[in-house]
């Protein structure tokens, strides 16, 4: 989450009229709640579905599931688009 939180401030901070950095930051803020690293539901039953997901968007590594067992990170690798 800090990492978007920097890059809005830098959209905020950037070259151009306020309402321009604006309506730039409305656009991207609507483009990343739809990622599942921002807002996400948890269940259990979900669980391998959005592990999955974080990997695929970039939120989580194959590097932080190191201490899951081998077959969860086998799985995830076959799975992966990564």
């Known amino acids: 989450m800090d990492r978007l939180n920097e890059e809005y401030m830098e959209i905020l ?3 151009g009229a306020a ?3 604006f309506w730039k930051l409305e656009k991207r803020i609507k483009e990343d709640k739809k990622d599942c ?3 996400c ?3 259990r ?3 391998l579905y959005i592990m999955l997901e ?6 989580i590594t194959m590097d932080d599931l190191k201490d ?3 077959e969860l990170k086998e799985m995830m ?3 992966s688009n990564r």
């Open 54 to 59: 974080l990997l695929n968007e970039g939120a």
């Open 19 to 21: 309402s321009e950095k």
């Open 77 to 79: 690798k076959h799975f």
């Open 68 to 70: 899951f067992s081998d």
């Open 37 to 39: 690293g921002v807002q």
């Open 41 to 43: 539901e948890k269940s």
């Open 13 to 15: 901070s950037g070259e």
């Open 45 to 47: 039953s979900n669980q």
